[in-house]
């Protein structure tokens, strides 16, 4: 079945630094993707999603680009703050289960000062 | 708007008790779902809801059962609970035509 595998934390790094999470996944079909992140003692929120082969998705100075090729999704930030520390989960829509989402296991990021 | 809202927010339990987690939604979401949320686990899926009237299995149901009150509402009940259901219970709703999923604050569960 179709599955999404990300990056083990934790992710440890200095303010400003460079952010990547690796994710990369496995299906039948043409899948959406999902980035979506959670702030401790939160519910998830999306981050960012791409429904085709070469979408880039994009928000809070977050990026990810769809790559079919690949069969990746990865996850970067040019500048972190310390306010984006949570846990950061990637996502695919599922067309066999009501479009359900399959999730990656998260990878916690900790962006110290 | 609300979005999605859950209750409890906490809850214990003891083994083979019986408990109703609540989720409702104020957006005209067709879709509802229950995810479980595990350490080291990501979030799986219980049962979802496609429509108001329909409700079907996902990767973890056993031990669980759902209603689908209303277009709004969708619980989940465990009848007789057990430690491995010890987790964090995630509701969600998707809006017809679009993939993107609105999640609940969750219930924090403990069966002891």
């Known amino acids: 079945g179709d599955s999404v595998t990300q990056m083990e934390g934790p992710v440890t790094l200095s303010e400003e630094a460079f952010l990547t999470i690796n994710c990369t996944y496995t299906a039948t079909g043409y899948p959406s993707l999902f980035w979506y992140v959670q702030y401790p003692g939160e519910g998830l929120q999306l981050l960012l999603k791409a429904t085709k082969a070469d979408d880039k998705g994009s928000n809070k100075g977050f990026e990810a680009t769809y790559r079919k090729e690949t069969t990746s999704f990865h996850l970067e930030k040019g500048s972190v703050q310390v306010s984006d520390s949570a846990v950061y989960f990637c996502?695919?829509?599922?067309?066999?289960?009501?479009?359900?989402?399959?999730f990656g296991k998260g990878t916690t990021l900790s962006v110290s000062s | 708007n609300a979005g999605v809202t859950q209750t409890p927010k906490f809850q214990v339990l003891k083994t083979g008790q019986s408990m109703t987690l609540q989720c409702a939604q104020d957006?005209?979401?067709?879709?509802m779902y229950w995810y479980r949320q595990d350490p080291g686990m990501g979030l799986r899926l219980i049962y979802y809801s496609a429509s108001e009237g329909t409700t079907d299995k996902g990767e973890v149901p056993n031990g669980y059962n759902v209603s689908r009150l209303n277009k709004r509402e969708f619980s989940l009940r465990l009848e007789s609970a057990a430690p491995s259901q010890t987790s964090v219970y995630f509701c969600?709703?998707?809006?017809?035509?679009?993939?993107?999923?609105?999640f609940g604050p969750g219930t924090r569960l403990t069966v002891l």
């Open positions: 996502a695919l829509s599922d067309r066999q289960a009501g479009t359900a989402l399959i």
């Open positions: 969600a709703s998707r809006q017809g035509g679009g993939n993107e999923q609105f």
């Open positions: 957006m005209n979401h067709n879709s």
